[in-house]
């Protein structure tokens, strides 16, 4: 059974520039959720997918955007990037069956993502 | 924004002691689940205690949720040197049928000195 993956796992990028990241949902898991933790903090919840379509999201921007894949695998887009972007971020993808994700989440390692 | 604190924000004990963090929260939750994450890299998922649970163990671990109280405790028994990390709690709420993500606290960071 493979885990979760995430690519890359560093990126540096100027302000006002995009960013693409990509994870990989663990085999199985049709829910994928995106989080940013900045340093020392705990992860915020910015979005998650489900069905190739977006089904909840946090308080952040439309500039954060994201795609999930008929694999189920997903993408994080980043517009306009800004200095406060600068974080780890992170995917997590689950099972869901019927209502809701209740259950634990698979975590990726992580890409971390530093803007200047 | 974060849904609640854990307690202490650090804590450094000596290898083979127990180890206690604490969690409160500020919602109604359906589940609160515990969370590891070593050198800021990705969160390895410990144990999840539901809403009508109030206490759950699994091996070293053991959780314990009091929802009048809106609070957690997990307890790390005989401490090791390779559980020196930083410990999360997050809670699922009832709203939006579940797709809300996980709401993280902003974790106690646990050092086991050898």
């Known amino acids: 059974e493979t885990g979760v993956t995430q690519s890359p796992t560093h990126l540096i990028k100027t302000r006002g520039q995009q960013v693409t990241l990509r994870c990989s949902s663990q085999s199985g898991h049709n829910t994928v959720s995106w989080y940013q933790q900045a340093l020392g903090q705990g992860p915020q919840f910015i979005f998650q997918y489900y069905r190739e379509e977006e089904n909840g999201r946090g308080n952040f921007p439309p500039r954060f955007s994201g795609l999930q894949f008929p694999n189920y695998s997903s993408e994080l887009n980043v517009n306009a990037l800004e200095l406060d972007d600068s974080a780890l971020y992170l995917c997590?993808?689950?099972?869901?069956?019927?209502?809701?994700?209740?259950?634990?989440?698979?975590f990726g390692p992580g890409t971390r993502l530093t803007v200047l | 924004s974060q849904q609640g604190e854990e307690d202490p924000q650090a804590l450094s004990i000596q290898e083979g002691e127990n180890a206690t963090m604490n969690c409160s929260y500020k919602t109604s939750i359906n589940n609160l689940q515990w969370y590891r994450q070593n050198s800021g890299r990705g969160l390895v998922h410990l144990i999840l205690i539901r809403s009508n649970e109030r206490e759950k163990h699994s091996g070293r671990l053991r959780v314990t949720l009091d929802t009048s109280k809106k609070s957690s405790s997990l307890l790390i028994t005989a401490s090791r040197a390779a559980d020196t990390a930083s410990y999360f709690c997050a809670t699922v709420g009832y709203s939006g049928g579940g797709a809300d993500g996980l709401t993280f606290g902003k974790g106690t960071h646990l050092i086991i000195q050898p």
């Open positions: 997590a993808s689950s099972p869901r069956t019927g209502l809701s994700v209740l259950h634990e989440q698979f």
